[in-house]
């Protein structure tokens, strides 16, 4: 049943990748940022997890909760504090703004906590492992993928069906037109930074759920996963993230079974290899953006 | 009486680039207003400097008795000031009903809203046969018409239109302006921001004319006639042909 396991192995993958790209898309949309912070907002969620798991000795779904919280409050007081008073100088402003807030945010767990990885202690149901039809896979991967299903219905549902929603997606085809709706930037970019926060929350619990354990450099790994994902599936929507995230965790999972155990340790790569041919050929990635016009005059 | 939009001596600048000088203007309330101007005239600097995506560098803009001259863009439309754009800035990935939606987010009320879509049904039939399409997907004529829907959704005070037949076919161009005239008949107070300079000074009142940033001639319709040569000004009419104003 190789087959099988490998199909649920590659969809928690890409789901998890999915996630982080979403989270990475929906701030890069509004602002035209790539958040380079963002990998610590994740890495903030783990710290979440650890301190309430041995400080708090908070029950499992309560780290959950707030693991899940200390992401969305870093990821807003960042905006709040870092970005917004750089919003209307330049893109490069708020770019070394992102690498400033991540550099930060890693010294500030490196002198307050540890520069070494603090083991998060996680429920059981991380580390147990199911057989469905004999194949045989962690029930954290089982996890992975219900919860990717439910925050992207979630999430379609806050983008199509609410006022929030549709003043975000117009906010990112045309900022300051939407502005001159009525649509306050605050709101709209806010709210981009709460639900960036989010979904790296959640992430950091699978990320975290695959090491348990975390420590200031925990967040390069997945932001560089997310922004690769991102450029690969097209950084104009969401629906490029969440492809990309999936493109990305299958290629990911078929160099691993079909490279040889020599070559395994260059896997990263090969990957990266592959991703710059492809951007040779489609530089704009898999999605390409919306329907927008050039402007006229 | 007090005009319903006063702008006194504004200046305002990108950088290093001085665009407006000094310029001064007036609306009144149901008064249709021209501001006339070849490219680079600074039109749409004047817009943006009302609509708070500009911060001038001086003077004054009231808006009925209010100093607006530093407020934000999205504090504009609940004082009752509209924008339809230069080159329509239609939300390309939202459907028609969504770019309507958000026209109306200031003002939004259920049975208001529904009843606006109606009105806005009839005005531009178009708009309800292609409601659930995107608006990228909407001819450049069709998208002016979202574009001027848009901003009647938010009901407002003054109507301010920048460039509206841009880019469009002369019949096109003719069901624009008969629309215009449809609405200041209908009592709207407007500022409309046209090249075509022939074809505005037919609907509006009074017209002000930028050259290089500052206010040249200012007067009724009639007036403007008598001082400017337009045709040799202006690519006016239908017949003329683009050309830069010469000093
Ligand atoms: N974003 C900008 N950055 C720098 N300079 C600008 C910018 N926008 C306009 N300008 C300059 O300001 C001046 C006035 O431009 P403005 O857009 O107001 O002209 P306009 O009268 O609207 O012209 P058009 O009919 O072509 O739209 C021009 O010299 C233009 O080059
Ligand atoms: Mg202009």
């Not at chain 1, 925990?218 to 690969?232: R, Y």
């Amino acid at each position: 049943m190789m087959n099988l396991e490998f199909m649920i192995n590659t969809i928690s993958l890409g789901s998890l990748y999915a996630l982080l790209s979403l989270g990475l898309v929906l701030v890069f949309g509004i602002l035209k940022l790539v958040n380079f912070a963002y990998g610590e907002y994740l890495m903030i969620g783990g710290y979440g997890l650890y301190f309430s798991a041995t400080v708090l000795h908070a029950p499992w779904w309560a780290m959950v909760v707030f693991g899940i919280l200390a992401a969305i409050l870093t990821s807003y007081l960042s905006e709040l504090a870092a970005f917004r008073p750089v919003r209307n100088k330049s893109a490069n402003a708020l770019l070394v703004t992102s690498f400033a807030v991540s550099i930060f945010l890693q010294n500030a767990v490196l002198i307050l906590v540890s520069p070494r990885a603090r083991a998060v202690p996680l429920p059981p149901i991380f580390s147990q492992t199911v057989n469905i039809y004999g194949a045989v896979t962690p029930v954290r991967n089982l996890l992975i993928i219900g919860t990717t299903i439910s925050v992207l219905i979630l999430l379609s549902l806050l983008m199509k069906k609410t006022v929030l929603g549709l003043a975000m997606r117009a906010a990112s085809d045309k900022f300051t037109t939407t502005r001159l709706m009525g649509v306050p930037a605050n709101l709209v970019i806010s709210a981009a930074f709460v639900i960036s926060g989010l979904l790296a929350g959640i992430s950091s619990i699978f990320w975290i759920g695959r090491s348990a354990s975390v420590d200031p450099v925990t967040g390069a790994a997945p932001l560089l996963i997310a922004f690769i994902a991102t450029v690969v599936g097209g950084m104009h929507s969401p629906a490029g993230a969440v492809v990309g995230g999936f493109v990305y965790g299958l290629l990911f999972n078929v160099l691993s079974i079909t490279l040889p155990a020599s070559m395994i340790s260059y896997r990263d790569a090969f990957m990266f290899v592959i991703v710059v041919l492809f951007l040779l050929i489609r530089p704009e990635g898999i999605i390409k953006g919306g329907y927008t016009e050039e402007r006229v005059g | 009486m007090t005009p319903m939009l006063t702008v006194e001596n504004l200046s305002a600048s990108y950088g290093v680039v001085r665009a407006l000088n000094d310029i001064s203007l007036e609306v009144n309330e149901g008064e249709m207003v021209a501001l006339l101007g070849v490219n680079g005239a600074g039109k749409s600097t004047t817009l943006k400097s009302i609509t708070g995506v500009l911060r001038p560098v001086k003077g004054s803009i009231k808006f009925l008795g209010q100093e607006i001259a530093n407020g934000k863009p999205e504090a504009t439309v609940k004082r009752g000031l509209s924008l339809v754009p230069e080159g329509r800035e239609i939300f390309g990935t939202l459907t028609v009903e969504e770019n309507l939606r958000l026209g109306a987010f200031v003002s939004y009320q259920r049975d208001r809203y529904k009843a606006d879509l109606k009105e806005m049904f009839e005005l531009f039939p178009i708009l309800e046969e292609r409601f659930t399409q995107p608006g990228g997907l909407l001819s450049g004529g069709e998208q002016q018409m979202l574009a001027i829907a848009r901003a009647l959704m938010a009901h407002p005070k003054l109507l301010m239109l920048d460039e509206p037949s841009l880019g469009l076919s002369p019949a096109m161009t003719d069901q624009i302006f008969e629309l215009i005239k449809g609405l200041r008949d209908r009592g709207s107070t407007i500022l409309l921001v046209e090249q075509n300079a022939e074809r505005a000074l037919g609907i509006v009142d009074r017209a002000y004319l930028l050259a290089s940033g500052e206010v040249q001639y200012s007067g009724t319709a009639e007036e403007i006639r008598r001082q400017v040569d337009i045709a040799s000004v202006y690519f006016g009419g239908d017949d003329a042909a683009p050309c830069e104003v010469t000093q």
